[in-house]
């Protein structure tokens, strides 16, 4: 107790400001990454200042995935549309001459959901992922994806959206610890 107050007594709210300002300026910080390690060490190094006990601890299996540049682009029907659009972190790379192939809707991404389609060749297009939008809740013992059932049917790509409208992405998707089989993109 007497530690935190030794904090609090001596930090402003400029002060906070300028560590807020500090931590922005390295960029996204994902698990696993150099930033990420940047902001630990600068945290760290701030709280010792204040002559608080620090102790960084390695969390292992946490992958690093570092986000490359993502295009989508709708062929048809009508003109071309490039959509805004970010990387599944942790998906399959996508090969370096793209893929082009039809669109399917895949509902919510279950297994049943899958088996139900012809998936041989395209692209799945899911709902948002249920466990981050209020509206689109997982159910209980649900899995986020069931991306197996879609490999071995022969899906080639994942397009995950966001029901929120405009042309912004809040934060880069996750695929989750092991990775997708799949290319996968988000987008609005």
């Known amino acids: ?32 990454t150099a ?27 946490i992958m690093a995935w570092e986000g490359g ?6 062929l048809g ?8 659009s970010c990387p599944v972190l942790g998906s399959k790379p996508t090969p370096k001459e ?3 192939a039809d669109l399917v809707y895949g509902g919510r991404g279950t297994s049943a959901d899958h088996e139900r389609l012809d ?10 992922p249920r466990a981050r ?5 997982c159910g209980v013992g649900e899995p986020q994806r069931a991306l197996g059932t879609a490999v071995e049917r022969g899906a080639v790509g994942v397009i995950e959206y ?11 998707c996750l695929a989750g610890p092991e990775g997708t089989p799949l290319p996968a993109v988000g987008t609005t």
Do not use: C
Not at 77 to 84: I, K, V
Not at 133 to 137: M, V
């Open 119 to 128: 998936l041989g060749g395209k692209i799945i297009l899911h709902d948002p």
């Open 77 to 84: 029907p009508g003109d071309a549309e490039e959509l805004t």
């Open 1 to 32: 107790m007497a530690e935190r107050h030794r904090l609090t007594s001596t930090t402003s709210a400029r002060q906070a400001f300028e560590h807020v300002k500090a931590l922005a300026a390295l960029g996204p910080r994902i698990a696993g």
């Open 35 to 61: 930033r990420e390690r940047k902001a630990a060490a600068y945290v760290a190094q701030q709280f010792e200042s204040y002559g608080l006990p620090v102790e960084l601890q390695a969390v292992p299996g």
């Open 162 to 172: 966001a029901r929120l409208p405009g042309n912004i992405l809040q934060v880069p």
């Open 133 to 137: 939008t209020l509206d689109n809740r």
């Open 98 to 100: 793209g893929i082009e």
């Open 69 to 74: 540049e993502a295009r989508l682009r709708v």
